[in-house]
């Protein structure tokens, strides 16, 4: 980095150094009158005799700006001159070739080879100083855009990986909607098939697995177009008081069809006396039902499924608990995480594992300023927790998200 003795607004970020110059020259009155002036400008001097001492300097102290010596034994300032800017690391590091002072076929050669500018001895401290200060100048707006460019590459290289990881998320997507939409589309082939022989016991069966696969498939897509807009901050809270028993009662009566099929017992003990909390009614009715969903899903015939509600202090928090499988506990602190989703059950029913529902649990939660952790043992069963504030969200509800609870794995 370049920067001038008295501070380089384009070099902010750093504290200004003094530029540091190397001076070649084989004539050492030469090289001791140009460090004179230099050094009472502020300059940091390093000094070379040859090309290839100055070489070796140009390796370990990288200056900002070489005075080179047109003619000096073994190596001339030319042959020196055009290896560095031969060379891609050294290719942008400024040199002003010093001539003789009649010698114009030696500053067009010096011109030609890529030297920046050049100065004629003998040296006039006026005129070398100006053009040291203009062309160190001129070094840092280049360092200034080779920054720029590197970064710029950084940040497309980023670009590039994300695009890449998205398109092959769009596929995992893509393909986790393939599955209810098959169980839609096969239920409904069987009823017309099928239409003339159907009891009425059969049809009934045909159309609630036709809608429980619709539920799904709606569920999903909801999750994948609100974790996007929750994930941007871009998803417009509609609060109002919120009563939650009701919507949990909602939430149980849509999947007690399933739950019976199943064999599990889904029960809501939510006392209906709770004060109510301020909520966006849509988005915690979507988290009760995800859960819902997972708890169901997780949990043989014969369990038990429980939601319950309690006050505490200016929260509500809301279990869901299960007797289910539990989550493999490798699982459970990436559990919220998108497109975290274990193997599923080996009872043969048809799950949809996207690994989205907890996601869009985490997201609509938080931006309410509030919680969700749960706690899980393997073959035990599940209780997932949510903590809303009953006056609702903070102002600031996504810097508010409070730590998790102790022991448990938390959003
Ligand atoms: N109650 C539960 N019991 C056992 N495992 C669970 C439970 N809830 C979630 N899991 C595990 O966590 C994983 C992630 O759940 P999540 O709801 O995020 O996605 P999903 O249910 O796989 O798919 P979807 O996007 O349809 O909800 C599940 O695949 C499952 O392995
Ligand atoms: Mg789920």
Redesign the pocket.
Known sequence: MTARPEGNPLTQATPPRPASILVVDDDQRNVRLMESILKASGYSVLKAGDGEEALRLVESHAPDLILLDAMMPRMSGFELCQRLKGRYETRLLPIIMVTALNALEDKVQALEIGADDFLSKPINKVELLAKVRSILRVKALQDAVERQKAELLASNNALVRMQGFKESMMQMVVH?LKNPLASIMGNAQLMLMQKAQLTPGRLEELLQRTQESAR?LM??IL?ILQIGKLEEQKMPLRLEPLALHQVVQENIAEMSGLSARDGIGLASRAPDDLPPLVADRELVGRVVA??L???L???PAGGQVVVDARQEGEEIVLT?S?T????PEE?QPH??EKF?????DHSGRM???????????KLAVLCHGGRIWLT?RPGA??T?FIALRRQGPPARSWEAAAPPAPGASAA
């Open positions: 986790d799904q569920r999903m999750n995800n859960l969903s997972n708890a899903k997780h949990t869901v299960d289910g499988e539990g989550i699982l559990i919220f975290v989703a274990g193997q599923g799950l949809y594992d996207s690994g989205l529902g907890l996601t869009f649990c899980s069963g599940t997932v």
